[in-house]
């Protein structure tokens, strides 16, 4: 049995902890927050764990085999300092930090580290999105040369202490939401992005909110470009107020041969009749004018357990096989987490700016 300490007992948490349920000899047997509403919600998810008021008091029992980060963003560089110093592996919650010093002050730390740190980039492990990559593995495109996303989806949630209505908080909506499609970009494109250009607003959420912070400023639209060293280029569509959309995400990578898009329903719980749906995978052939269409099938447990397509579900069961096997490398690196973060943190400097930005000579 691999025991999980969780810290961050928030609606991220608690759809870990829904994940880890449906795994074989894993649980989550120690939750630490400060919130006793969230914390008493994800006790009573995870069977027979015990609850911490903080993050001292879980590591000072010694109760898990694994920590797992789910804090807000602002506490991830500090809470990953602290357990650091223990030789337990670690799963930490995207994005890495809110800032791309931190995540490279972290980088440092860790050098040396025998136990692994995973950055948990959920998306990578959609079935969709992993059916996406192995069309591009098989030469089904040809090498890619651009990669174009569009989320249109649902606005942010109210959360604990309204953490996520604040910049200084997030890191910004282009860290906080999109740093998963600056590390598909660059998963995809096999290259390290060299400039961003970022068109975005504030438009429609949150304008007429105000809390003991202020008044509420992330951005809930955007057009992102990512240029990237080996000539590749990316493109993010990004709306926050299109919620009921049938694709939350379409994910469509182009090369020479064809084109590949992976098509991702939003979650159950946001679709009209509240019902779990498929995704889709379809391959557009260049040279026969042929367009192909598959199902790809998500278990609809997996479905129901949280509101990435089955992908926490799966990541955690890398994860896992990485922790039982001793060794090896994490599939999500903390320089991977580094590379998201930069490109989120340049885009929303160029949305602000109007100017582009240029990565040349900023990586780890």
Known sequence: MIRYGLIGAGMMGQEHIRNINLLADARVTAVADPDARMR????????SAKGYLSVDDLVGEDACDIYLIAAPNDLHAGLLQQLMATDKPILVEKPLATTSAACRDLLNMAKGRKAPIWVAMEYRYMPPIQRLLQAIDQGATGDPRMVSIREHRFPFLPKVDDWNRFNARTGGTLVEKCCHFWDLMRLILKSDPVRVYASAGVDVNHRDERYAGGIPDIVDNAYVIVDFANGTRGMLDLCMFAEGSHWQEFV????????????????????????????????????????????????????????????????????????????????????????????GEAAEESARSGQAISLVGRGP
Request: aromatic letters at 8%; hydrophobic letters at 40%.
């Open 252 to 343: 469509a990578v182009t090369g020479p041969k064809a084109r590949c898009d992976a098509l991702i329903p939003g979650p159950a719980r946001f679709a009209p009749d509240g019902a779990p749906r498929e995704a889709e995978f379809v391959t557009s052939i260049r040279a026969l004018k042929q367009e192909v269409r598959e199902i790809v099938h998500t278990p609809p447990e997996l479905l129901l357990a949280g509101d990435h397509h089955g992908s926490t579900f799966y990541q955690h069961k890398r994860f896992l096989d990485l922790v039982r096997a001793g060794k090896g490398t994490p599939e999500v690196t903390l320089e991977d987490g580094y590379w998201s973060v930069l490109v």
């Open 40 to 47: 008493e919600l994800s006790l009573a998810t995870a069977e």
